[in-house]
């Protein structure tokens, strides 16, 4: 019987940690596990962040966690990262130089690391260099170019660009999750041919995580409907093209009063905050566990994703929070840039895009929502088994030629 192929997961962030990425890597490590020998290279886990003990992973998976230094406080831990995150990336200790010793307790055919933090990708370079293993670079969000890190200083810029570059040049292969973060890359390193070695493999959805939606009545006139939104408000993503679409539609309607609900599952900035509370909108605010929100998603009339406006009009992102979406099989409003891969997706589907600037534009969507309710169903070409089968093609591919090459 042939050995099953060995691969070396790189990521700072991974499951007990409750967060976006870590979600995104818990669900590809359970569909890789099943076709090949897993090891998981992570960080050790402090106080100060989120965790989500029911994201378990295989028990067939090795784990190793590198110890880096946290503080339990979560506001001393933010405000040392932050210092930190002026010249480096905030996860650098994650990435620091491997001795032999510890190169030693690591195995595999192929490496395979994610980001963010770009530090996941610094560690692995080094892995590489010093192993010589075949190596893809996965990227959820662009690195250095990243337009919401402009604030960065000169010096954390000079970092990112610095380290990027060496990823970008000594990945055997890149993988990113839309086309449009590919052509971002394309024209960066342009002596480099990015577009030979790079695959665009979208984020994913695991459709036995949903609980099966019970049978449902008729909707009637006087039903209340809930937009939901899930997930968390900073930066530039705000509740207010939502919010005031909605007052919109209730000056229009004033018999509906009362028939909407904003649902906001997640965390709100304290400026967004402020916006929420002075608002005659009914808005219920909740926090919940990974699963937990996945079988919320699934009771919600409508979901909303919001992504922050784009300079350009394109929106380059791909928020993970769609795919779930996607999977709960519920009505999308998309308020989104009208152009890029998350707009196009929710079209393909059969699901409603906005653009964020345009008020009118959303309270017409939600109030056709209402009226109309449509049927949809998850779509079968972003769940896991489609995603990361795809990304287990490229990473036998890579291992498989190491291989030959090396007998």
Known sequence: MTERMKVLVVSYHAPPVLNAESILVWKTIRALSRDFQVQLLTSSVDGSRRLDDDMALPTQVEVIRRNVFHLRNPFLAKVVSRGM???????????????????????????????????????????????????????????SANPYHEGHTHFRKRFDRRWERRVIEHADSLVFPTKEILAMYVDAYPHVCVAEKAFVIPHHYTPELYRPRAATTAPTDTDVV???????????????????????????????????????????????????????????????????????????????????????????????????????????????????????????????????????????????????????SAPAAYATESVVGELARVLRNRGESSRLNES
Not at 230 to 244: E, H, N, Q, T, V
Not at 315 to 321: D, E, G, R, T, Y
Request: net charge positive; glycine share 8%.
């Open 85 to 143: 995150g002026l010249a480096v990336d905030e996860a650098f200790l994650f990435a620091r130089k491997t001795r032999k010793t510890f190169l030693d307790k690591l195995s595999g055919d192929v490496i395979y690391s994610r980001s963010h933090p770009g530090a996941s990708h610094i560690l692995a370079y080094r892995i590489k260099r010093q192993t010589g293993k075949p190596w893809i670079a996965q990227f959820s969000d662009p690195w």
């Open 226 to 376: 809930t937009f939901g939104y899930f997930g968390d408000f900073y930066g530039a993503r705000s509740p207010k093209p939502l919010i005031d679409a909605v007052c919109e539609v209730q000056r229009k309607r004033p018999e509906w009063t009362g028939r909407i609900r904003i649902r906001l599952v997640g965390s709100l900035a304290p400026k967004y905050q402020a916006e929420v509370d002075r608002r005659e909108v009914r808005i219920d605010q909740s926090k919940a566990s990974y699963f937990d929100s996945l079988i919320e998603m699934s009771e919600t009339d409508v979901l909303v994703l919001i992504d922050a406006p784009s300079k350009s009009g394109v929106n380059p992102f791909l928020a993970s929070k769609l795919m779930d979406y996607l999977g709960a099989g519920r009505p999308i409003l998309g308020i989104t840039d009208s152009l890029g891969t998350a707009a196009e997706i929710l079209r393909v589907c059969g699901h409603t895009v906005v653009s964020p600037y345009e008020t009118s534009r959303i309270a017409s969507a939600v109030e056709k929502l209402i009226l109309e309710r449509p049927v949809v």
